[in-house]
Structure formats: structure tokens, C-alpha cells
């Protein structure tokens, strides 16, 4: 009984950790795409992390490859945060978005920890494998 009541207190430890990381990764995430939403791209340029900065150098830079290689991202419809997940030590966010199209995509955002909060480091667009709008 003690063995259940420990491990049970562990789980509900773990998941109050992850629930809690969850929220402020999720929240920047839904600000960029506020921004994108609002064409304001210097400000989803400031969620965006130092490697990020980096590849693309300038706004105009990062606004071009959003709008070219991420419209589902700059024009949405709706957001939905699915699960966050440790792969390969790296914090990844699956992110379901539906397009002003209706058509819905899923997206990894993989997050780090920067003096500035949480920052976007990468997104990977997932192979299409039967969504629904």
C-alpha cells in the first residue's frame, strides 16, 4: 500500500511538472501565431530562438519563409496544442492548425529555454496521414 501511495504520488509529481512546462511553451507558441495572424512578423520574430535568428537574419527574411514555406501557420482558423514529448533530449510540441481552407495540418514545434523564456527553435510540418478538417 505505502509502494502504490509513493508511486502514485511520484506520477501525480511528474505530471504537475510537465502540465506546468506545458503552459508557458504552449503560450508562446499561440503568441507568434497571434502575430503571424496579425501580420505583425517582428513581433513573432521575438519568439523566435537565437538559431532561428541566425539561419534567417532579418523579419523580412523569416516573414518571406513563413509565407512561402508555412501559409498554414501565417493564415489560420483554428489552433489546437496536442501533446508535448522529450525526443532525443529536445522538447517537442505537436500543434494541430486548420487553414483558412478548412484542411488541417500537424506541426512539431521544437522549444528551448532561453534567458527570454521560451523560444521556438525549429517547426516540422508532419506527412498528412488522414486528418479531418
Do not use: C
Not at 508511486?7 to 507568434?32: E, F, H, Y
Not at 523579419?59 to 512561402?68: D, L, R, S, T
Not at 496544442?81 to 500537424?106: C, F, K, P, S, Y
Amino acid at each position: 500500500m505505502r509502494l502504490n501511495l509513493a508511486v502514485l504520488g511520484l506520477s501525480l509529481a511528474l505530471a504537475t511538472g510537465a502540465v506546468a512546462q506545458d503552459a508557458p511553451i504552449q503560450d508562446t507558441i499561440r503568441k507568434q501565431l497571434d502575430a503571424f495572424a496579425a501580420d505583425d512578423f517582428a513581433a513573432a520574430w521575438t519568439y523566435a530562438s537565437p538559431t532561428i535568428h541566425g539561419i534567417f537574419g532579418t523579419v523580412p527574411n523569416f516573414e518571406a519563409m513563413v509565407k512561402q514555406g508555412y501559409p498554414m501557420v501565417w493564415q489560420h482558423r483554428a489552433v489546437q496544442m496536442l501533446e508535448l514529448r522529450t525526443v532525443a533530449g529536445n522538447l517537442w510540441q505537436r500543434v494541430m492548425i486548420t487553414d483558412t481552407a478548412g484542411r488541417t495540418h500537424l506541426l512539431d514545434y521544437m522549444m528551448v529555454e532561453t534567458p527570454n523564456g521560451w523560444q521556438i527553435n525549429a517547426v516540422q510540418l508532419l506527412p498528412a496521414q488522414g486528418l479531418g478538417a
